[in-house]
């Protein structure tokens, strides 16, 4: 089986690529910081499963917004404050994500993550023209994946390992994955995943697509299916 990891960052450069083969023990094939969006097309197109930290949608309320306010036909809201405002910023995955483990996911309508968020809605087009359905939800090959959040789902530590000055840090995480991921074999690219974290975050999103595959993550909940496969959902370790 394939399972495919995507750190994606707007620009290529920056993104993280990790292609994991294997069933009950699986092998890093390639891990690679820069990916283009052909390579990426191209490994999901063969992956069983495919990883991709990135929001895939936008919170409804948003675009409703966004749709209306272009229109000249917003109503006016009862208030402007942050309880408002919050809905707008938050889809329903990342709301759930708070609920279960404290963490905020940043806001695909008002952080930088937009515009890896934008480069994905271009590549999903362009999947889509080749006839595949990747879905938004985890329903197709595609789940959405959050690394910090599955790290802390898996009591790893989850904070301050990125970044060029952290490689102590990824030094001891890629340890602890290590011991606690005994079916990995690294096959020589942990030195990559210390040097940068883009590398890292590639391979864990690689690792969640399998849990995902294998059964050991959270799916939407049946009232929040229809949002999930319009908003995203992120696929957090059970």
Known sequence: ?????????????????????????????????????ETIIEAIRTAHRAG??????????????????AAGALAPPETTGPEWRRDLAMRATDRAVHRRIALS????????IAHPAMRW??????????????GRDGSGVICEVYPAAALRCWSLPH????GTK???????????????LTWLDWNGHQSLCIADDNALDAVLAAVIAREVERGRCVPPPDE???????????????
């Open 121 to 134: 809605a271009g590549i999903e087009a362009q999947l889509g023209e080749l006839g595949l359905s990747p």
């Open 1 to 37: 089986m394939r399972f495919v990891g995507i750190d994606l960052a707007a620009d290529p450069v920056r993104t993280g690529f990790a292609l994991l083969r294997g069933d009950r023990r699986c092998v890093l094939e390639r891990v690679q910081v820069g990916a283009e969006d």
């Open 52 to 69: 991709v930290d990135a929001p895939l949608g936008w919170p409804e309320s948003f675009v409703d917004l966004v749709r209306k306010h």
């Open 159 to 162: 904070r301050g390992y990125k």
């Open 105 to 112: 996911p940043l806001s695909v309508s008002t952080d930088r």
């Open 224 to 238: 929040l299916r229809d949002v999930a496969a319009r908003e995203g959902w992120i696929w957090l370790p059970q």
């Open 166 to 180: 952290n490689s102590a840090l990824r030094a001891d995480l890629v340890a602890r994955l290590s011991r606690q």
